[in-house]
């Protein structure tokens, strides 16, 4: 049986539904959208209403990055449809909706016996695990790799269903009829889709269905106006956050719904030893007190009685491991001076021929906080068995079946509907408040939501790790760069990450389940993209006793900022003009020589020299023949009060673009994303507690501190690259290097300043 790479179209459910199958062998799942009167289910993706409306599944969560107008912009494109009749639905976990590139990615972190197996998106295992687990999570920029092929299918399969019962009526062959604006055509004959959604959906679907043959895109607008031009696709959701109607977790009101408070111990493997029940007892509102066995919940009529009795009864905990900052400190320091190291890369001949290097320097990078604007929010009701969650999740599937084995329930008896997060940053691939709220939930016998404060957000918080490197060179006559090497000292963060994840660990149980392992993930994006020949990276793998997790951007916001600023340096040593020794060392990355030369041009370079106050940097994530590239010119100065970062010029090549709206939005947003981990985001411990519990003391960017950003895709027929993650990586070395050229200075510690001239 033939199989495409994304798989295909199987089978017809009661009602004209389409089952959706993603394996070798065929396999069916209940339909995960459930049509309601007067709607007809075409596939998993898509039904149509009697009223014309066409709504889209969603299985990924909108964060604010647009995967909500995004898919759905995809079907309608495949479909025909008008934007204007496009709805969203938020879709269940279903193996319908299996993230295999993720997958793949992550098999590393999943413990994979036999990884070979189970590393590439169309492996056999990789898929029987992905569809049997329901892994539908949005992390990693992988929504249009994971779904925009499944969505042109079923928006192509739907189309041709309706132009079915088009030709059925009309007399003619269904293949020379066509879709448009909501419309099957044929000629001047025409009918909508809310006349024929009934009839369609009782059709079977061609196998394959006809795709279009050009994939969606939307080019760069030309001629006069072209600046202004609005597109054909705005956002969905942007008018529900405008007006504040749309909900978040937070939002969600049940009967008879109470509101629960929390509070955590001192970071890290703690219990709850004692606390003042007497204290909290007759307090207004006060409905109950939930104990466990690592903190304690009071429960009331609103949120702000419960978070009072909290304070009054003045819980306590006992903690075996103490953080604290000057340990982490030193662990590092001993890991990248003396640790043993784990070769995890290699290119050419690796370090073999470097016996004492030309050149070398140390960077350091404190843990990074993710500064979301709302914090762990949940609701859960309990009743006859069954357990219902209200929460934003990034691993929806994940999050339902630790709140499963939490009150040892069946899988089947737990429901999980998916909100909207108000910013995640990756923060909601954890899922320890979901455990939370379905226990407070059983105790109180009553429907609960649960809220942390900011405080308890950054006292539970995983993280980015914090990382020791030494980066090192032997030059060539010239400055060329002819081996390079980069030894990190880190704990294994992505590993660490994967045990809490998908075994669901305890913080201190997945640390120790990792410990000494190197890590493939924790170190991604050290290979330079330069031609060099030799290459050798090495992981230190350090223990902190520090949970750490992923960040927007992950190791890439470190490990860029570490090989930009040694290749600015290296050139300074030279005398080099650092866009041109750039240049001259990408070997056949044209791309990425095409993204330095517009970004020169379009932040106005002026080489760089002392006192320009401008620097530069460059990135490529993804695979090494397509993936996504960016090069950035930034200017920015220091003064009293402190960093001033006045532009950001970026030339961004993500291939080809679906939305173009959306990506210069993410490319803006992650772009001051990365002004904040490059000034700010570092938080310090001190006795298990973050010494940085509010956002204010994040030092992140406000409005008036935000730079002139100007940005410009590059046309490109490469395969679409997500753009949310790329620009993080390289405004942190951006900024360093334009600092240098402003004050003969060179910061080497994250955040800059952080550590003092």
């Known amino acids: ?121 169309d492996d056999y295992f990789l898929k029987r695990w992905a569809e049997s687990e329901r892994f539908s999570a949005t992390a990693e920029g992988t929504s249009l790799a994971a779904f925009e092929m499944p969505c042109r299918l079923a928006g192509a399969s739907a189309r041709a269903m309706l132009a079915m019962a088009a030709a059925d009526r009309w007399g003619v062959s269904w293949e020379e009829c066509d879709a448009m604006q909501g419309f099957i055509v044929h000629g001047e004959k025409r009918l909508s889709f809310a006349e024929l959604a009934e009839e369609a959906a009782r059709f079977s679907p061609p196998d394959p269905p006809p795709i279009r043959p050009q994939a969606p895109a939307e080019r760069a607008p030309i001629g006069p106006g072209a600046e202004e031009a609005e597109t054909a696709f705005p956002r969905l959701d942007m008018p529900s956050k405008v007006d504040g109607s749309l909900l978040f977790a937070g939002d969600v009101r049940l009967p008879g719904m109470v509101y629960a408070a929390i509070r955590h111990g001192p970071v890290d493997h703690v ?23 690592r903190w304690l919940a009071a429960v009331a009529s609103n949120w702000w009685a419960a978070e009072g009795a909290l304070d009054a009864m003045d819980p306590r905990f006992s903690v075996e491991n103490v953080v604290s ?105 954890e899922h320890d408040h979901a455990i939370e709220v379905a226990l407070i939930a059983r105790e109180i016998g009553r429907p609960v939501q649960l809220v942390w404060s900011r405080w308890q957000e950054q006292l539970m918080l995983r993280p980015r790790p914090p990382v020791a490197a030494v980066l090192s060179a032997r030059l060539a006559p010239g400055g060329s760069i002819d081996t390079f090497r980069a030894r990190l000292a880190m704990p294994p963060s992505a590993l660490e990450f994967g045990r809490r994840l998908f075994a669901n660990k305890t913080t201190w149980a997945a640390i120790e389940g990792v410990e000494g392992e190197p890590d493939v993930l924790a170190v991604e994006g ?95 994530m993804g695979d090494a023949r397509t993936g996504g590239r960016i090069a950035l010119v930034a200017t920015a100065v220091a003064g009293e009060g402190g960093v001033r970062v006045e532009t950001l010029s970026a030339a961004v090549d993500i291939g080809r673009v679906v939305n173009r709206d959306i990506a210069l939005q993410q490319i803006e947003g992650g772009l001051l994303y990365g002004v904040g981990l490059a000034l700010g985001s570092g938080v310090e411990y001190d006795d298990g507690l973050p010494q940085q519990g509010r956002l204010a003391a994040l030092d992140l960017p406000t409005l008036a501190d935000s730079p002139e950003i100007r940005i410009e895709l590059i046309d490109s027929d490469a395969e679409p690259f997500d753009p949310g993650e790329l620009p993080v990586a390289v405004v942190a070395p951006a900024i360093a290097n334009a600092l240098f050229s402003a004050t003969g200075l060179r910061l080497r510690r994250l955040p800059l300043l952080s550590g003092g001239l």
């Open 325 to 429: 900052s000057a340990h982490i400190d030193e662990a590092l320091d001993q890991g990248v001076r003396r640790g043993e190291p784990h070769r995890v890369a290699e290119r050419g001949e690796g370090d073999s021929l470097m016996a004492k290097p030309d050149f070398a320097l140390r960077y350091d990078v404190m843990p990074a906080a993710h500064g979301t604007i709302e914090t762990a929010s949940a609701t859960a009701r309990l009743a006859n068995g069954r357990l219902e969650l209200w929460l934003a999740s990034q691993a929806p599937e994940q999050a339902r079946v630790a709140a499963a084995k939490a009150l040892g329930l069946s899988l089947g008896d737990v429901v999980l509907y998916p909100m909207p997060a108000g910013g995640s940053f990756d923060r909601r691939l």
């Open 271 to 293: 219990e709850l030893s004692s606390f003042e029940r007497e204290a909290a007892l007759g307090r207004q509102g006060l409905v109950g007190i939930v104990e466990g066995k």
């Open 1 to 121: 049986m033939p199989v495409s790479r994304r798989g295909l179209l199987a089978g017809a459910a009661a009602g004209g539904g389409l089952l959706v199958a993603w394996m070798l062998l065929p396999r069916t799942y209940d339909s995960p959208l459930a049509p309601l009167q007067g709607e007809q289910a075409f596939n998993a993706w898509l039904k149509i209403g009697r009223d014309g409306v066409v709504t889209v599944a969603v299985p990924q969560l909108e964060m604010g990055q647009g995967v909500t107008t995004l898919l759905p912009q995809v079907v309608a494109m495949e479909l025909g449809a008008d934007w204007r009749q496009i709805a969203v639905e938020p879709a269940p976990a279903s193996g319908a909706y299996a993230n295999f590139p993720l997958a793949a990615r992550w098999a590393p972190l999943r413990g994979v016996a036999f990884p070979q197996l189970a590393d590439e998106p």
């Open 526 to 620: 050290l290979m330079p993209a330069y031609g060099i020949p030799n290459v050798a990276i090495d992981h230190v793998p350090v223990s902190i006793g520090l949970p750490t997790g992923r960040l927007r951007g992950n190791a890439h916001g470190y490990t860029c900022f570490f090989v930009e600023s040694f290749i600015d340096e290296v050139a300074q040593r030279h005398q080099q003009e650092p866009l041109s020794f750039r240049i001259a060392m990408l070997g056949d990355d044209l791309r990425l020589a095409q993204c330095l030369q517009q970004a020169a041009r379009l932040g106005e370079w002026g080489g760089g020299s002392a006192g320009s106050s401008q620097g530069l940097a460059c990135h490529h």
